[in-house]
């Protein structure tokens, strides 16, 4: 299991992770909360799709499982806000995760979501490479935890998700998460309708998604961000 190095930076009232792999940072050092509830939340329409009293199961793939602070929003709004008997199915695709140390120290910084937290650290130390099976809430949430390169998993996975996350380190560092050969992956496991979010907005991400068969919208970024992108998948490719 080869975990992230990192480093912990001084910002404002605390300390928070920076990748030295990558030479970029985890979440927006300004509101890394914030922008997850604009871009993710709101651009994937969670509140309203998690307020549906039909909805038995709803999965959800993130590229790049970081810090894990999407997960933990993701899901305080699941036990909000969905059925009390549905199940989130939550895939979260990380090569190099961080270490138990690292990610206790990270989820510190959201005490808010301390009872999802505590339940995935209890089980986080079993860590290992390939795929991890984490159950919290009762059952209620499920996290696959897939550490390993994102094109030894897609291939190899056979759920259909009903929204994207697509958060890996920008695409002018981390290339090989944001490549064609993705976005066809992404396509692949998608159905008409399925929807996606990303903080990015650059011209590759944008074509290759279309490319891909997803429709795209561009959006006013999160705070110093000036755009981000959006949409969902058609089925057809241009």
């Known amino acids: 299991m080869q975990f992230a190095n990192i480093e912990w930076r001084e910002n404002k009232e605390a300390h928070q992770p ?4 990558f030479n970029d940072v985890y979440f ?3 509101d890394g909360l914030a922008e997850t509830e604009y871009v993710f939340i709101a651009h994937n329409q969670l509140q309203q799709r998690f307020s549906n009293p039909n909805l038995s199961n709803f999965t959800m793939i993130e590229t790049g499982f970081g810090t894990g602070l999407n997960f933990l929003v993701v899901s305080a709004l699941w036990l909000q806000l969905a059925p009390r008997d549905a199940t989130l199915h939550y895939i979260g695709i990380e090569k190099m995760p961080l270490s138990p140390a690292d990610l206790t120290r990270a989820q510190a910084l959201w005490p808010q ?4 937290s505590q339940a995935l650290i209890k089980q986080y130390s079993t860590l290992k490479t390939g795929i ?3 159950s919290i809430a009762a059952g209620h949430i ?9 094109m030894l998993v897609l291939p190899q996975l ?3 998700a009903d929204a994207w996350l697509p958060d890996g380190f920008a695409p002018a560092k981390n290339t090989a998460m944001w490549s064609s050969e993705v976005f066809a992956q992404m396509a692949r ?3 008409i309708g399925t929807t996606f979010a990303t903080f990015t907005s650059a011209g590759q991400v944008k074509r290759g998604l279309q490319a891909a068969g997803f429709e795209v919208s561009k959006h006013k970024g999160f705070g110093k961000k000036r755009e981000m992108l959006s949409g969902l998948f058609n089925g057809w490719v241009l």
Do not use: G
Not at 18 to 21: A, L, M
């Open 189 to 191: 496991h998608s159905k």
């Open 18 to 21: 920076y990748s030295i792999d």
């Open 158 to 160: 056979s759920h259909i």
């Open 113 to 116: 979501f301390t009872d999802i």
């Open 142 to 150: 499920q996290l696959d935890l897939q550490a390993d390169d994102i």
């Open 28 to 30: 927006n050092t300004d």
């Open 132 to 134: 991890n099976h984490f």
